[in-house]
């Protein structure tokens, strides 16, 4: 099955600083890279995907990138409110549709 | 914006027991899922279930594990004999494909199920 890895498990940055999370996949037939953003006991809330048909995509302070050649795709925050801190998955889909989650980063914006 | 439903939000059960957890996914929504996450762990996939059958099911989806689709709106997981080791988050998600046209459409999770197997 489609393995990913997600790094770093957790990250602290200070308010306005920008934060990085990176997700590795195994799978070159993943065509589907969507991030979840999951605050304390709720549900996984879409914030951005992107198709392995787009190199980038944003969306204000979100934005993710793909590189297909090398397996991997970022998420990147900039200008980090205390409202972003929360634990952020990435997750990998195929043509069967179903999701692979990494597992987790818990991002805290240090006021 | 429409909305899937999952109830109950926490159910507890004695080990053994039987549970099932209910959905209501978006109406439109052609496929449907069950996710686990186990606290502090990451979500992991349980089954897929497409045209009134499972599409796709993962290694934890055994045949303690089944789902529905009684009527035309609710989509149910039963949990037989349950564990200790079913403790955890359970969330039903939909989504509407085109898989002719190649395009997909985001997922929508329902608010989850805690399952708590004591």
């Known amino acids: 099955g489609e393995n990913v890895e997600q790094h770093p498990s957790t990250l602290s940055v200070q308010e306005g600083d920008s934060a990085v999370i990176k997700c590795t996949y195994s799978d070159s037939a993943s065509n589907y890279f969507p991030w979840y953003k999951q605050e304390l006991g709720k549900r996984p809330q879409l914030i951005i995907d992107?198709?392995?048909?787009?190199g980038e995509k944003k969306d204000q302070r979100i934005a993710v990138t793909l590189n297909k050649t090398a397996k991997h795709f970022s998420l990147h925050i900039t200008e980090t409110q205390p409202e972003d801190s929360a634990v952020y998955f990435c997750?990998?889909?195929?043509?069967?549709?179903?999701?692979?989650f990494g597992a987790g980063t818990t991002v805290t914006v240090r006021a | 914006e429409p909305e899937v439903t999952q109830t109950p939000s926490h159910q507890v059960t004695q080990m053994g027991q039987e549970v099932i957890l209910r959905c209501v996914p978006i109406?439109?929504?052609?496929?449907f899922y069950w996710y686990r996450q186990i606290l502090g762990q990451k979500v992991e996939f349980l089954v897929s279930?497409?045209?009134?059958?499972?599409?796709?099911k993962s290694e934890i989806f055994d045949d303690q594990f089944s789902v529905e689709r009684p009527d035309g709106s609710n989509f149910t997981l039963k949990i037989r004999s349950t564990k200790l080791e079913d403790s955890a988050m359970y969330f039903c998600a939909s989504n509407l494909e085109d898989r002719m046209a190649g395009e997909g459409y985001g997922y929508t999770f329902g608010s989850g199920t805690r399952l708590t197997v004591v």
């Open positions: 109406s439109n929504h052609l496929y």
């Open positions: 997750a990998v889909s195929s043509n069967d549709y179903k999701l692979s």
């Open positions: 279930f497409y045209n009134n059958e499972i599409s796709e």
């Open positions: 992107i198709r392995s048909n787009v």
